[in-house]
């Protein structure tokens, strides 16, 4: 058992980034830098690759010791496959995973046989994942027999703690798995992953497969556990208020990607990426009072593309109503945009535009727009023209020292002509404004230095022409 206690959502230390060593990295239980998994496509009678099915497509992200990871995302976004590949029950494709400083990433099955003890993880179908055939007692005990390890008091003994640690009675471990319920059936895969107290727990969806009376039970036994125990959770769902529960931090896939990384209180509150804002639009408020009031949902438009062909640039651009060319053609980095809050988008949401000068909306983007609720267009462009403000106004205090007030003042109106560009065409009213009358003011303010040029150079002129005339007059 570690000697680890669970920190609150406030207390995680800030993440820094992936390429960064700094004096955190202690507590740092796993790192994962650059990591793919890609299913091969074979096709003909000699089984040539024909392509690939990109899963898990360069992710990166920590977590440190105590804490627990939320992972949410659509389905069939990657989320399951890198739980597998974290756990090294699938090999990646490309990309190390380091477990306590040592990287495991290419390990054989012989040399990663003493870390399982370490890492466990936790199913999502409570059916598929015991064997028929065995008894409880015999699931659960199996970790110890492939361990080889012996408990004190005996196997039988220890086994009877653990059902009992779970919420089980220990009459059970004679019994076979059909004489339990769907939520029985996961405390036993849990009592299973706990045998030999493992450092680190992915759980791939464990509450997804049961009823709702039960999710709260199982939620709530996993969270007692983690205290007692000093687990450590990657937690796999899709359900966002089970993950904002149990969760300190929460990273947001799409189609194989992190978009956003950040911790619960700062995710929820204010969503930076898009994706996650309409994620979280989607999340339903139990209060009979709205009940037939109009909520602000954002539908996304289409389906999530093949993870076969991903789209170029930001995977999202497709079904983003903030779309514009630079998200087609470049992809954005994960970025850490506040403290603790990373994103990767050219146009986030609650802060400045990354890439401004961009601001010609795709044709996929103003169609999108038109499922977005006027409410959240607005919102997104006040937040974000409120965000750009207050980045100039540090800006302006040093300008009259530069003795240069022309050149700045331009810069200035072209900022804010930028940010207004993003926000003024996401609104599906007017599709066509692209915010086209800024440019004018600013055609008008270049021309005045070609002017100040004539008159300057205009007199020097006659003055050179007098001069030769009276030397001429001189000589005669």
């Known amino acids: 058992m570690t000697e680890t206690k669970k920190t609150g959502g406030s207390a995680i230390p800030r993440q820094a980034p992936a390429t960064e060593a700094g004096q955190d990295d202690r507590d740092v239980l796993l790192r994962v830098e650059g990591l793919t ?40 976004c990657g989320k399951s496959t890198m739980g597998r590949v974290i756990t090294r029950l699938q090999d990646p494709t490309g990309g190390t995973i380091s477990f306590e400083g040592q990287d495991i990433t290419r390990l054989s099955s012989g040399r990663m046989r003493p870390l399982r003890r370490d890492i466990q993880m936790i199913f999502q179908d409570p059916y598929g994942s015991l064997n028929p055939r065995h008894t409880i007692g015999s699931i659960v005990s199996a970790p110890f027999r492939l361990q080889n390890v012996e408990p004190e008091g005996g196997v039988k003994k220890e086994v009877q703690r653990l059902l009992e640690l779970v919420g089980l009675s220990p009459e059970h471990y004679n019994r076979y798995p059909h004489e339990f319920s769907g939520g029985q059936r996961q405390r036993i895969g849990i009592a299973r992953a706990l045998a030999l107290k493992p450092k680190l727990v992915v759980a791939d969806e464990p509450v997804s497969a049961l009823d709702v009376s039960i999710q709260a039970q199982v939620v709530n036994l996993m969270d007692d556990l983690q205290e007692e125990l000093g687990l450590t959770y990657v937690i796999i769902a899709h359900d966002l208020s089970v993950v904002r529960h149990v ?14 990384i950040a911790d619960r209180n700062s995710l929820y509150a204010a969503p930076m990426h898009p994706y996650t804002k309409a994620l979280m639009s989607a999340v339903p408020v139990p209060d009979p009072k709205r009940r037939g009031a109009k909520t602000d949902r954002i ?10 062909s991903p789209p170029a640039g930001c ?13 087609k053609t470049t992809e954005p980095l994960l970025l850490e945009l506040k403290p603790g809050q990373r994103v990767a988008c050219h146009h986030p949401e609650n802060f400045a535009d ?23 267009l607005e919102e997104s462009a006040e937040t974000s023209a409120a965000v750009a403000a207050e980045a100039a106004e540090p800006a302006a205090t040093p300008e009259p020292e530069a003795e240069k007030p022309s050149v700045p003042e331009v810069e200035k109106v072209t900022e804010t ?15 066509t404004v692209v915010a086209e009358p800024e440019k004018p003011a600013i055609a008008k303010a270049e021309p005045e ?23 001429a007059a001189e000589e005669k």
């Open 354 to 376: 990354q890439a401004p000068q961009d601001t010609v909306l795709l044709t996929a983007a103003k169609e999108a727009a038109e499922l977005v609720p006027d409410a959240v």
């Open 417 to 431: 002509a930028k940010v207004e560009k993003v926000a003024e065409p996401a609104e599906p009213a007017e599709p």
């Open 449 to 471: 230095k070609p002017a100040v040029a004539k008159a300057e150079a205009a007199p020097e002129k006659p003055a050179v022409a007098d001069a030769e005339a009276e030397g």
């Open 315 to 327: 995977r999202f651009h497709t079904r983003c109503w903030k779309a514009t060319e630079i998200c």
């Open 247 to 260: 969760s300190d931090r929460i990273a947001v896939m799409y189609l194989g990607k992190m978009v956003e």
């Open 37 to 76: 998994k890609h299913f091969p496509i074979k096709k003909g009678i000699l089984q040539r690759q024909v392509g690939a099915v990109k899963a898990v497509d360069g992710i990166d992200f920590e977590v440190r010791k105590g804490e627990t990871l939320g992972v949410v995302g659509e389905s069939g």
């Open 299 to 308: 539908l996304l438009r289409g389906d999530v593309p093949s993870p076969i």
